[in-house]
Nanobody
Framework: VQLLEAGGGSVQAGGPRRRACVPS???????????MAWFLRQSPEKQREGCA????????SYADSVKGRFTISKDSANNTPYLEMDSLKPDDTAMYIC?????????????????WGQGTQVTVSS
């Protein structure tokens, strides 16, 4: 099962960006996830860092670095997580990767997730 992201690309600092994560068109099974999240990785050498999390009841949690600027939501019927990114800064430049889990609750660690997108690059220029 594969998740694909949409909405990457380049944007100027201060600008908004909305990203969505959808199941791969080639998937034969629906992607059922209770908890979802967006992780970021700023370089191939760095580990993935969670930035936004949403549980089965749509409760959310955010990393301090994005709190107040990013908003995670989901379309439960289609198992699609969204990430709205506002007031973008050059430090937000990263590969953004969506994830889905069969577990419930706010899950902040990569090992807790079962489905992963390939990731798309967001580049914020000053």
């Amino acid at each position: 099962v594969q998740l694909l992201e949409a909405g990457g690309g380049s944007v100027q600092a201060g600008g908004p960006r909305r990203r969505a994560c959808v199941p791969s068109q080639s998937s034969q099974k629906p992607v059922r996830s209770y908890s979802m999240a967006w992780f970021l990785r700023q370089s191939p050498e760095k580990q993935r860092e969670g930035c936004a999390f949403i549980d089965e009841n749509c409760r959310t949690s955010y990393a301090d670095s994005v709190k107040g600027r990013f908003t995670i939501s989901k379309d439960s019927a289609n198992n699609t997580p969204y990430l709205e990114m506002d007031s973008l800064k050059p430090d937000d430049t990263a590969m953004y990767i969506c994830a889905g889990s069969l577990r419930r609750g706010i899950l902040t660690e990569p090992y807790e997730y079962h489905y992963w997108g390939q990731g798309t690059q967001v580049t914020v220029s000053s």
